[in-house]
């Protein structure tokens, strides 16, 4: 996996040999940066389940201000800050994210945010996709441009809160294929 855009493109993010681990693809990371677009400059973000920090080092590269990541695995959480200190230094961007080694279900935080970035493990998805979504969209700015992305699998079709609606749904079809959803304020 590598970032796909902005001033650290191509570094390619280092992972660990977790089997919990799915990272989101290059080809959709690219096409839900693409349809963000310039919402992402400036932004503050929360990267929920971030893994190894696909989506939140992708939206450093592309111009966010600064992010959360929230990782619950200290082997993954180690390969995330290494990342973000390559990503950080190949672009000159000054390193005002924290990563928080907590578990994403068990989250506390009063901080309000500009996007969220959502990629929980699929079985998670299928059994608690909901609640994870209507949790999360509660920390997302009350603003028209801010942006919740959930990744899930293509199967799979989540009932957004009363207040949120989905933007655009991205991914290809095929049976174990990775979708995202942009949400956004109704």
Known sequence: MRITG???????????AETILRPATDYLRQAVFSALGDVIV????????????????????????AGIFVE???????????????????????NESRI??????????DEQFDLIFIDPPYDLVRMRGNEILAQNAQRLRQESN??????????????????FRPLRRIGKTGKNSPAAVIYTMA
């Not at 920090?53 to 939206?59: I, K, M, S, T, V």
């Open 6 to 16: 902005g001033l650290a493109r191509g570094i390619v993010l280092k992972s660990v």
């Open 42 to 65: 400036g932004a503050n973000f929360l990267d929920i389940f971030a893994g190894i920090g696909g989506y939140g080092l992708e939206a450093l590269s592309r111009g966010a201000r």
């Open 72 to 94: 619950n695995s200290h082997k993954i959480a180690d390969a995330l800050q290494r990342n973000l200190e390559a990503v950080c230094k190949s672009s000159g961007i000054k």
């Open 100 to 109: 928080w080694n907590v578990d994403a279900l068990k989250l506390h935080t």
């Open 146 to 163: 801010s942006r919740l992305i959930f990744e899930m699998p293509i199967d799979v079709h989540l009932t957004p809160p009363d207040n």
